[in-house]
């Protein structure tokens, strides 16, 4: 297929790669130059990209990045052709989606949104799991693609969906770890040791996918960005947002909000949102620790 691949961040690069590695004709944007992608062609802007592209595939930050790569100067809609896709991977609105999928179908412009999950190992290895809203014909046509970055593809729905069920798994991740990262934070304070604790998680219906993928990073107090502090910020404010257009408070989620608030305070925004846990440890001054800790 042709394809444009918009983004080339820590998952958009990985991502790209794989879809070209899969032996399809890619052409590559970055907003900022200089990113290559082994196989793929690159373009000087997102309308050069999608010139001719069956599909266009998106991976930038947020909503704002989206509208300004599909709507801004020398967006993507200067080459918008009739049966093109837009497939969007970046975590964003679920009411703008909406809004953009309304702007471009008077076009014969199917806009499917498939936000992902399985960090950047997930992308590397080409085992994300996609989240995905749109026409069921829509998905089919793009399944090749889905194959060469993914493992599995949940349609949870029309258009929006995807985002929208990502906001509320996202929520999941940041409520449990927060949970975990408190637990942690006072067992240590109350001289439990670390490992023994997480000898019994696993033990117990306590454990989860989410403290599994974790714990070792912390052990081994590596905050190196899987899924940076301030794109899960963005995706916790993205689900208060949503919240709040549909009249559903969050109680859990607003306290987390605020933590990681203090936490991008402290100038923790681009390590790995496990980081929120260092500032934890510093209210309690104490640092949890397991052998293979330094
Ligand atoms: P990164 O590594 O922060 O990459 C973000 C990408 O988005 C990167 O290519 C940025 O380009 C691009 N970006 C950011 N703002 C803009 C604007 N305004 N216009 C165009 N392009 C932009 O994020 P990840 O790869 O980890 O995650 C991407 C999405 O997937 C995000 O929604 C996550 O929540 C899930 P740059 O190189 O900075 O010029």
């Given at each position: 297929m042709r394809v444009a691949f918009l983004g080339l961040g820590i998952m958009g690069h990985s991502m790209a790669t794989n879809v070209a590695k899969a032996g399809h004709e890619v052409t590559v944007w970055n907003r900022t130059p200089g990113k290559v992608v082994e196989g793929a062609n690159i373009a000087p802007t997102p309308a050069a990209a999608a010139q001719g592209a069956e599909v266009v595939w998106m991976c930038v930050s947020d909503t704002d990045a989206v509208e300004k790569v599909v709507?801004?100067?020398?967006?993507v809609e200067q080459s918008l052709t009739e049966g093109m896709i837009i497939a969007d991977s970046s975590t964003i609105s679920p009411a703008a989606t909406l809004k953009f999928a309304e702007r471009v179908a008077p076009q014969g412009v199917a806009w499917v949104d498939a936000p992902m999950t399985g960090s950047k190992i997930g992308a590397r290895d080409g085992t994300l799991v996609f989240i995905v809203g749109g026409e069921e014909s829509q998905i089919e046509r793009l399944k090749p693609l889905f194959a060469a970055m993914g493992k599995k593809i949940f349609r949870m729905g029309e258009t929006s969906k995807g985002q929208a069920t990502k906001l509320a798994m996202n929520l999941q991740i940041a409520v449990i770890f927060e949970g975990f990262a408190e637990a942690l934070t006072l067992a240590t304070k109350l001289g439990v040791d670390a490992e023994k604790l997480l000898q019994l998680i696993e033990a117990?219906?306590?454990?989860s996918g989410v403290v599994e993928y974790k714990a070792p990073f912390i052990l081994n107090r590596d905050f190196t960005p899987n899924f940076p502090l301030r794109l899960m910020h963005k995706d916790i404010r993205l689900t208060l947002e949503a919240a709040k257009e549909v009249r559903v408070k969050l109680p859990a989620l607003e306290t987390v909000e605020e933590i990681y608030e203090m936490a991008t305070e402290d100038g923790n925004q681009d390590l790995d949102y496990a980081a929120t846990l260092t500032l934890l440890e510093k209210w309690a001054g104490v640092q949890v620790k397991g052998k293979v800790a330094a």
């Open positions: 709507f801004g100067h020398d967006g117990t219906m306590v454990r």
